[in-house]
């Protein structure tokens, strides 16, 4: 009786495979705690700007300021989601509002101590108006960006069910 033949970890001959390395943006984007709090600084940094240098009369500036900080939060987590399979997204999303949150928290403490924080009670904010910045984002963020993803998701899933019946069918081959 023969012994079937141990595979053999030594091969004859070896071959060399190219370093694949991916953009710094794209790795960048795999990380939902770097996004989230870059996300969360920009915004509150764009917010207050907005709040600060323009016509808190005016409707169309305060929307366009709206659109904008809306368009980097979701577009953020839309860039940090498309590295995932869908199924892994709720706890991404998740783990992405928390950064986000702390992000804004961060940038909101900065600038409530170099007193440029226009979201006070009266006026600019200071340090007692830092838990009630801190809750009204942990209510209306990780809602919008939940939302926002389970979208996301339905929209992916309805686009991969209707390219896959265009796709022709697949062979018996390898």
Known sequence: ?????RPSFFPRETT???????PRWRTFTLSALATGAVAGIVL?????????????TSW?????????????LLGALALHLANFPVRRWPARAA???AAEWGGEMTA????????????????????GDLPSLALRAAVTR????????????????????????RRPPRSSFP
């Open 95 to 97: 783990l992405f509002a």
């Open 108 to 127: 909101s403490a900065a600038l409530v101590a170099l007193r440029l924080e226009p979201l006070g009670t009266t006026g600019r904010a200071t340090w």
């Open 16 to 22: 060399a495979f190219g370093v694949f390395e991916l």
């Open 44 to 56: 509150r940094s764009v917010r207050a700007f907005a709040l600060t240098h323009g016509s808190g």
């Open 1 to 5: 009786m023969t012994r079937p033949s």
């Open 142 to 165: 990780p809602a919008a960006l939940a939302a926002f993803a389970l979208v996301l998701a339905g929209v992916v899933q309805l686009v991969r069910v209707l390219l896959g019946r």
């Open 60 to 72: 169309v500036y305060l929307g366009a300021a709206l659109a904008v900080t809306l368009a980097v």
